[in-house]
């Protein structure tokens, strides 16, 4: 089962609290700083860490401050076990 | 040294785990090139951030950078040029279509299109608009609706619904002595000259999808100079409306969007 | 190389002129006494050269058009005539702040309001004092011939990008429906260079080009407006055109510009057969105004007629010329009324009645 995790970076300095990404995320992950950033406007922030990098944050945002990172990892299995090798080994990988 | 390996794959995951995944490699959603890095002069949520934002990511998947002019108009995103890292002009309220014909009379194998507003367009700049379009000028016009005058203060806009107020229709829009809301896009899917008229919205990712894809057509369309395309956009306009973002977004979807339905009017024929 | 000499209406002979200076792009709207230019570019100027001819819905279309192809950087001209280019002041406004080079024509009527289709000169302020809003000048070059509609042509499109201003030819109405013999113009090559500043899309190694007349810093607004006023003057220096006739030994000079100024040249010449030396002092370039030239033969004379076909307009000028050295009279006809010569050599003598004697 393929696992994915996502993470966002906001450029919070141009980021004015509009709240339309948070209203976007289906994960529920954003929420606005208590802090205010130096135009005066309390700026997004991730307050989860269940983000699965879906860009819905992203495509709403009328800055267009939001980066969108997304990695899907594939549980490794073992497919080969190669023993007792004494000489050189070549492999290629179709890509 | 099975052993060893397996330590190194587990520390390798462990490093994974750890690890932030925000690394070049995993970017699935980044802004667009041709968007500079000028902070927008919109208010907070104001549709046109994303409007703008759109028009960079496709001139940027298409690779038109070079080739693409734009017309910014009067209203609040007379300033679009600043966003948009292309060349651009500037238009006199209303004539935004017929720069942009000029423009593409004399440059008719770059791309050209005008962005303009509901004031500009469909009041000031009615006959502009409707000759351009049936002209068939092979250009995009984009049509930013957010039934209000954003620029001046919340004036009534051609396409200000009808009870909603503003504030020159401060007991909300009498249709008996105010006029109707002009529905333009209707009106110039008519005109043989147009090709493509749709209307999108930006409120939400799946809207903001369709207007992404209805943008690129257009652009398409016009490289194989198949006439005029028409994208309206319903926007918001939250400090006019007097509302928060979200409330803005919540009254487009109530409001605008049964009067304005989302969707083609004029499909693309042949 | 076979001189062309052609009998050719003024407005035609400025069409075919446009054509031949390697005009890009002319848009236009219909409005007598000038349409024969749109019809005749619309006849076959594209075929000839590729020159853009396009018809627009009026005329605040036509000259945003031109706005549009004068940002690509292309040779545009537009026309019109009085109450057009009371439409199209907007767009001049624009043009001239974002220092856009184009041709402008305006084939007078009479004014005001609706007016007449017969010839005026009640432009001149609108023209030479800026008609559309804000500190702007218009290079304005007053031809009175059907040669010098030709002639002006390419030089308009010459000055217009020498300086990024836009330039009128300034005439009336019976010069643009008048027939003469006229030496065309060799055909030009349009150019096929792009001006740096041109919006035809922003290439990877240069930054973005605007085409803007915008400034919300009331500090860079005012810089843009030094910058202009800069030109200007240098425009001022550079661009005065005028022409004198017989003004050595004149006692009296008649000013006037366009075609009031050939049929003041009659005049004169009707008042030198009377035995007084009338001269004919021509403003070309109606901004520049030739101030200095005017100043300067003011202290050889005894007086001056100003005539034209107005309630008095340029005679502002004429005045800040003088400034007090000679007296200045006016005769003025309006409503689309020619005066003749007769008639100027009669008023000359009656304004000036007690020196004549």
């Known amino acids: 089962m393929a696992k994915v995790k996502g993470d966002i970076i906001i450029d919070i300095e141009k980021c004015k609290g509009c709240e339309l990404c948070k209203a976007a995320c289906p994960q529920e992950s954003l929420e606005l700083s208590r802090k205010l950033n130096t135009k005066g406007y309390h700026y997004i922030v991730k307050i989860e860490d269940n983000c699965t990098g879906c860009t819905n944050c992203a495509l709403v945002c009328p800055e267009g401050i939001i980066k969108v990172y997304r990695k899907t990892e594939k549980k490794k299995e073992q497919v080969a076990t190669i023993s007792n090798v004494t000489g050189d080994i070549t492999v290629t990988v179709n890509s | 040294m099975n052993e060893r390996t397996m330590t190194e794959e587990q520390h390798f995951e462990q490093m994974i785990e750890e690890e932030s995944i925000c690394i070049n490699d995993n970017i699935v959603y980044d802004k667009p090139e041709t968007l500079t890095d000028t902070p927008m002069h919109y208010c907070p949520g104001c549709g046109h951030g994303v409007a703008h934002r759109l028009l960079a990511e496709v001139i940027d998947e298409l690779d038109i950078q070079d080739k693409t002019i734009g017309v910014a108009p009067v209203g609040c995103s007379v300033l679009a040029y600043n966003y948009l890292n292309i060349d651009m002009q500037e238009a006199a309220h209303g004539r935004a279509s017929a720069v942009a014909t000029g423009i593409k009379r004399v440059l008719p194998d770059k791309f050209v299109f005008s962005y303009q507003g509901d004031g500009d367009l469909a009041a000031i700049g009615t006959g502009e608009t409707i000759h351009t379009c049936n002209r068939g000028e092979n250009i995009l016009i984009v049509f930013i609706n957010n039934g209000i005058y954003g620029m001046t203060g919340g004036q009534m806009a051609p396409t200000t619904l009808p009870g909603m107020k503003s504030t020159t229709s401060p007991n909300g829009r009498d249709i008996i002595t105010m006029g109707n809301p002009l529905k333009i896009t209707e009106l110039i899917a008519q005109l043989p000259g147009t090709y493509y008229v749709t209307r999108c919205a930006v409120n939400t990712p799946v809207n903001v999808r369709k207007a992404k894809m209805a943008l690129k057509k257009s652009f398409e369309y016009q490289k194989e100079n198949k006439g005029l395309c028409f994208v309206e956009i319903v926007t918001n306009c939250p400090s006019n409306w007097k509302m928060s973002p979200l409330e803005s977004n919540k009254w487009l979807e109530e409001n605008m969007l049964p009067f304005y339905p989302l969707g083609d009017i004029k499909k693309p024929t042949n | ?357």
């Open chain 3, 1 to 357: 190389m076979k001189k062309e000499y052609v009998l050719m209406k003024g407005n035609e002979a400025l069409a075919e002129a446009a054509i031949r200076a390697g005009c890009d792009a002319y848009f236009g709207y219909p409005i007598t006494p000038q349409s024969e230019i749109l019809e005749y570019l619309s006849l076959n100027a594209n075929e000839r050269t590729g020159m853009v001819v396009l018809q627009a819905e009026s005329e605040i279309a036509s000259i945003n058009m031109g706005y549009g192809a004068a940002g690509a950087g292309k040779r545009v001209m537009t026309s019109s005539s009085s109450p057009g280019m009371s439409l199209m002041q907007e767009g001049i406004s624009y043009i001239a702040c974002a220092e856009l080079p184009c041709l402008l024509v305006n084939i007078q009527r009479g004014g005001p309001g609706l007016g007449t289709i017969q010839p005026g000169q009640a432009d001149y302020f609108q023209t030479v004092k800026g008609g559309g809003h804000g500190d702007y000048k218009l290079i304005t070059l007053a031809p009175s011939t059907v040669q010098e509609l030709v002639d002006f042509v390419d030089l308009s499109f010459d000055i217009a990008f020498k300086y990024r201003n836009p330039v009128m030819i300034l005439a009336d109405g019976a010069l643009g429906q008048m027939m003469e013999k006229v030496l065309l113009p060799e055909q030009k090559e349009r150019i096929k260079e792009v001006p740096s500043w041109a919006t035809v899309g922003k290439s990877k190694d240069r930054e973005k080009n605007v085409i803007t007349s915008l400034s919300l810093d009331p500090h860079h607004m005012e810089e843009i407006n030094l910058q202009l006023q800069a030109k200007y003057r240098q425009i001022e220096k550079n661009e005065v055109r005028y022409e004198m006739t017989d003004c050595d030994d004149a006692d009296y000079v008649i000013v006037a510009y366009g075609l009031v100024a050939r049929i003041s040249q009659k005049a004169a010449h009707l008042a030198r057969e009377k035995g007084i030396k009338v001269g004919v002092f021509r403003p070309i370039s109606l901004y520049p105004f030739p101030y200095e030239a005017l100043n300067k033969l003011a202290d050889n004379v005894k007086g001056f007629l100003d005539v034209e076909m107005n309630a008095g307009q340029m005679i502002e000028d004429v005045k800040l010329s003088v400034l007090g050295k000679k007296p200045i009279e006016f005769h003025g006809r309006m409503g689309g009324v020619i005066p003749s010569p007769e008639e100027i050599l009669q008023k000359l003598e009656e304004k000036f009645a007690g020196e004549l004697v």
